[in-house]
């Protein structure tokens, strides 16, 4: 988590031919059409798609309008070929102006309000991503308003912050959509759980949305969540439309499959330039994705890996 936001590793990262495969495990492409090519390719495997333009934390106002220019051309392409029955998008507040400090917070909120309107003309939705645990506050804020306008704005929810069980009740109506996560952020011990307790909260989340008239929207890769939520729609018998899984592009894709022939799933795919603190994260999360970036990355810096085997500038 450190290293995302290392601008040494970044520069070391973003020129490495070595990395190259890893990041395009996770990263649809750079382009608009990279993103259409995947988002077309799992529409026609009976998945859905919700697209992430990657970028975040910007640092200026055009900047951010940028990002919404960028959200709304490529909704334009999704209306324009008949994809917004599957394909939404996914959007970071930070990434149309959220922690520009002053004036951020309406940036943003003016930012969201164009894309939703973007989206309702291109025939899909959108859902806001959750960030660092200082935005949350402002990030449900900006949902609040922005849905009073569309109600069908989905917002995701962190299990790992002690609040999240609270944020999920008070979103716990009917058709709101939901996307419960584990948290791929870091949060002190005050405002966060860790190991096992974020599991233990994943689940009681899932049982107050699960319960409730909301669309909850189950994001994670781990089987004993997914088990979970099996559990839960059984008891609660939730019919197949009031409900989605969704698994990140590259992660678990036999898993996706699987899951799509009795419910229906939802991979997020990112794509665009700005993909380095996206792509950390992922490392973050699988400490063997961890282990070769780190030995691609020192072979970009020190020459070739040895042949021997032993580790490369001490680095392993
Ligand atoms: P866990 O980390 O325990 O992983 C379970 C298993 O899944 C692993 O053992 C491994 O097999 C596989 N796996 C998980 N991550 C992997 C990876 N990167 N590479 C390879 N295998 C992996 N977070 C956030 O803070 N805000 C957000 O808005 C979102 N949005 C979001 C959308 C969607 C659709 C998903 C699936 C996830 C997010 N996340 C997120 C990320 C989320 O918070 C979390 O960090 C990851 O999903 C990993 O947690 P799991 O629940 O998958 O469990």
Redo the contacts with the bound molecule.
Sequence with gaps: MAGARSARMRHVAERSRLVRPLVDRFIAGALERDAVATARRLTDEDLLVTLDYLGEDVMSADQARATVAAYRSILKIVGANGLGANVEVSLKLSAVGQSLGTGGEQLALDGALAICAAAAEAGTTVTL???DYTTISSTLKIHSRAHAEFPWLGI?I?AYLKRAEADCQELARAGCRV?L?????VAPESASYKGGAVSDSYRRCLATLLSSNAYPMI????PA?IDAAKSLIAQFQRSRDSYEF???YG??PEEQRALSAENRVRV?VPYGDEWYPYFM??LA??PA?LRFFVRAAASAVTGPMRRSGTSVGGVE
């Excluded at 996560?181 to 952020?185: H, L, R, S, T, V």
């Design positions: 991503d959750a960030e995701a962190q996307r996560c584990k948290g791929a952020y994001a994670t890769h781990d969540m969704q698994l990140l992660v678990r997020y994260r992922r999360e699988r994705n």
